[in-house]
């Protein structure tokens, strides 16, 4: 079983500020996707990501892809009340092509 | 296009009972998959189907049935529910390929007295 493990798991911040969250693995994935999940809704697909140290941009999210592909971070800039929600990080490899999901980063951000 | 929808919104159930939940996808998806998602916990693959008449057991299954229907449908069965089995269920269809996307549905929230 491929382990991912998502640090911090909670994170109150104030609007404005930049935060980082991370995802990390002893195993190496082909690709790796980030989902945010708002409160009563299901998981929504940000980024994809399938190169070792590709950086995508969304906007103010900034991903990034390890080298090894064992790990990955997303750098929130200039954080908003609306990026309020659970980020849940999900790898794919060791052959199988269904995710294996982190335990996800619940951010709070306050006006 | 309503994506990925699930059925009930919420239930409640009591020790021993059975209740089946529904999940359709109108994207033309081959896969399908269940998820329960506890607190801390993140998402846990139940049950999923690879295409049309396949299904596979995930991370933790025990406890619960599943039927692919049609290509749009792919149900989720409890015979007898247990309090352990209380938690916020995910229906999601993906269609295929390297890399894949998954489409979540809006989740079932089931508690089991």
């Known amino acids: 079983t491929q382990l991912l493990e998502q640090s911090p798991q909670f994170l109150s911040i104030q609007e404005g500020e930049n935060l980082t969250v991370y995802c990390n693995s002893s195993?190496?994935?082909?690709?790796l996707q980030w989902y945010r999940q708002e409160p009563g809704e299901g998981p929504v697909l940000l980024v994809t990501?399938?190169?070792?140290?590709e950086v995508k941009k969304l906007k103010r999210l900034t991903f990034q892809f390890g080298d090894a592909r064992k790990d990955s971070s997303l750098h929130i800039t200039a954080a908003q009340p609306g990026d309020t929600g659970l980020y849940l990080c999900?790898?794919?490899?060791?052959?199988?092509?269904?995710?294996?999901f982190g335990r996800g980063t619940s951010l709070i951000v306050h006006p | 296009n309503a994506g990925v929808t699930q059925t009930p919104k919420f239930q409640v159930l009591k020790t021993g009972q059975s209740m089946t939940l529904q999940c359709a996808q109108d994207?033309?998806?081959?896969?399908m998959y269940w998820y329960r998602q506890d607190p801390g916990m993140g998402l846990r693959l139940i049950y999923y189907?690879?295409?049309?008449?396949?299904?596979d057991k995930g991370e933790v299954p025990n406890g619960y049935n599943v039927s692919r229907l049609n290509k749009r449908e792919f149900s989720l069965r409890l015979e007898s529910a247990a309090p352990s089995q209380t938690s916020v269920y995910f229906c999601?269809?993906?269609?295929?390929?390297?890399?894949?996307?998954?489409?979540f549905g809006p989740g079932t929230r089931l508690t089991v007295l």
């Open positions: 999601a269809s993906s269609p295929g390929g390297a890399p894949d996307t998954q489409y």
């Open positions: 195993s190496v994935f082909s690709s």
């Open positions: 990501v399938v190169t070792g140290g």
């Open positions: 999900a790898g794919v490899g060791g052959g199988s092509y269904i995710p294996t």
């Open positions: 994207m033309n998806h081959n896969s």
């Open positions: 189907s690879a295409s049309e008449g396949t299904t």
